[in-house]
């Protein structure tokens, strides 16, 4: 995995550190969710309890950074289309009544000696839209963007596209998974980075969300 894929994948977790030799500015965006009223994009955040028992990872700990009511600005320094991977801005699109994101951590100590300390982040993001074909449509315009990136064959940016379902689309690279899934009115973002099986955790932590949808 690239250094670049690490960092897209951080920034779903609201940081861009991933490995320590791996560093950008930390924007500190939108509104610590604990100040906000309860809102439907809350009630479909899984909790940190949840996930340690998902990933069977006791060390995962909230991250404040990543518990936001905006998404975070695209990475400026990436290719357009790119700027959609992760969670930012331009993942969700316009159009959203509601927005929250959370993320967890851990650090692993399997490491090689001298080598980079691997932070484990699980993220989450939900966008609440005004109707179901606006969510839909979101998803769309996001598989889009991340075809048009895969397109530039930027090696920044090898990660590998698919659609498990109509509704899913999945991004994946070595210990990455990504997924995003438009369910009703609302499209749910699911990434795991450094933990394994990572593509089964988010698969399970998303049906988890999903199931909560009415």
């Given at each position: 995995?690239?250094?670049?894929i690490?960092?897209?994948?951080a920034?779903a977790?609201g940081?861009?550190l991933?490995?320590?030799?791996v560093?950008?500015?930390c924007s500190h965006q ?5 100040s906000?009223?309860?809102s439907?994009?809350?009630?479909l955040i899984?909790?940190v309890?949840e996930v ?5 990872h006791?060390g995962?700990?909230?991250h ?5 009511r905006h998404?975070?600005a695209?990475?400026?320094?990436a ?6 991977a992760?969670i930012s ?5 316009a ?6 994101s959370?993320g967890y ?7 090689k000696p001298g080598?980079p300390a ?5 993220s ?8 179901a074909?606006?969510?839909r449509?979101?998803l ?5 963007a ?10 920044n940016y090898d990660?590998?596209?698919d659609?498990p379902d109509a509704?899913?689309v999945?991004?994946?690279d ?6 995003y ?10 990434g795991v980075?450094g ?8 698969v399970t932590i998303m049906?988890t969300?999903?199931d909560?949808v009415?």
């Open positions: 995995m690239t250094a670049t690490r960092t897209v994948a920034r977790l940081s861009v991933v490995v320590c030799c560093s950008t500015s939108g509104t610590a969710a604990q906000a009223p309860a439907r994009a809350d009630a899984v909790s309890e340690r028992r998902i990933a069977n006791e995962l700990t909230a404040s950074h990543a518990d936001l998404p975070p695209g990475d400026l320094t290719p357009g289309p790119c700027r959609a992760g801005d331009l993942t969700f699109g159009g959203w009544s509601e927005f929250r959370a951590h851990g650090i692993t100590d399997d490491l080598g691997m932070i484990q982040t699980v989450q993001a939900v966008a609440v839209y005004p109707d074909v606006t969510a449509g979101a769309q315009q996001l598989d889009s991340l075809q048009a990136c895969t397109a530039l064959h930027d090696s990660f590998t596209i659609r509704a899913t999945r991004i994946t070595d210990g990455w998974s990504h997924l899934r438009a369910k009703s009115s609302v499209l749910i973002s699911v980075l933990i394994e099986p990572a593509d089964r955790i988010a049906q969300a999903a909560r009415r």
